[in-house]
């Protein structure tokens, strides 16, 4: 099926400085959703964005929603080692009914070395 | 409360074994999604529930049965599964309706290994 294309697919960086990811699609979107997997684990939502360019922060987190509906980006500011893992935006379409179908960027690694 | 709930969290079976994954919410959401995820994959969709009724099936293979007895649970069957059926099977849920309802949850996962 459709997926998003997520960039970069994995990083190594070093303890305490920032880090930048974003997807992009053919497609416009309603929502975008950003989750952390560890491994083993199911995903964990970390910020939901639902305006053209809402900018919305959690934490050392931060994400927004591009102004053409077609992007978004995730910064975290001063990594840490528990940053480690797999980030996954999504996008979802504008529904007034329940159940709708996410579509999923392909996954960025991250990798933080002390 | 974000939390959907999932048991097990392991399982093994072999090929010939019947087994059922249980998925559970409290959130009043009245969407439910059965994922598989296969290793540094994302999430593939496999059912979607919506009212307590199957809204989509992405051509899984009937060993895969999805239930939804009530808006709380979500069951997920199996029956003669193969060894590439190794997966972490995830559910999720959504509150539905309008704006902020496409936002999807997600359980811990099973960890299933088919032998």
């Known amino acids: 099926g459709q997926q998003l294309n997520q960039s970069p697919q994995s990083m190594f960086i070093q303890e305490g400085e920032d880090v930048s990811m974003n997807c992009t699609s053919s497609?416009?979107?309603?929502?975008w959703l950003w989750y952390k997997q560890d491994p083993g684990e199911g995903p964990v939502l970390l910020i939901a964005?639902?305006?053209?360019?809402e900018l919305t922060s959690n934490g050392r987190l931060t994400a927004q929603f591009g102004i053409t509906r077609k992007d978004s980006f995730l910064n975290i500011s001063a990594s840490i080692p528990s940053d480690v893992g797999i980030y996954f935006c999504?996008?979802?379409?504008?529904?007034?009914?329940?159940?709708?179908?996410?579509?999923f960027g392909g996954g960025t690694r991250l990798m933080v070395k002390p | 409360d974000t939390e959907v709930t999932q048991t097990p969290k392991h399982l093994v079976m072999g090929m010939t074994n019947k087994k059922s994954l249980k998925c559970e919410q409290h959130?009043?959401?009245?969407?439910m999604y059965w994922y598989k995820q296969k290793a540094k994959k994302p999430p593939e969709l496999m059912f979607v529930?919506?009212?307590?009724?199957?809204?989509i099936n992405e051509s899984v293979p009937s060993r895969f049965s999805p239930e939804c007895p009530n808006s709380s649970l979500l069951n997920l069957h199996l029956h003669a599964l193969q060894p590439e059926d190794s997966a972490l099977y995830l559910c999720?849920?959504?509150?539905?309706?309008?704006?902020?309802?496409?936002?999807?949850?997600f359980g811990p996962g099973t960890r299933l290994l088919v032998l």
């Open positions: 999720a849920s959504s509150q539905g309706g309008w704006n902020r309802g496409e936002t999807q949850y």
């Open positions: 497609s416009i979107f309603n929502t």
């Open positions: 964005l639902y305006k053209a360019g």
């Open positions: 999504a996008g979802a379409p504008s529904n007034n009914n329940a159940g709708n179908m996410l579509t």
């Open positions: 959130m009043g959401h009245r969407a």
């Open positions: 529930y919506s009212y307590e009724k199957l809204s």
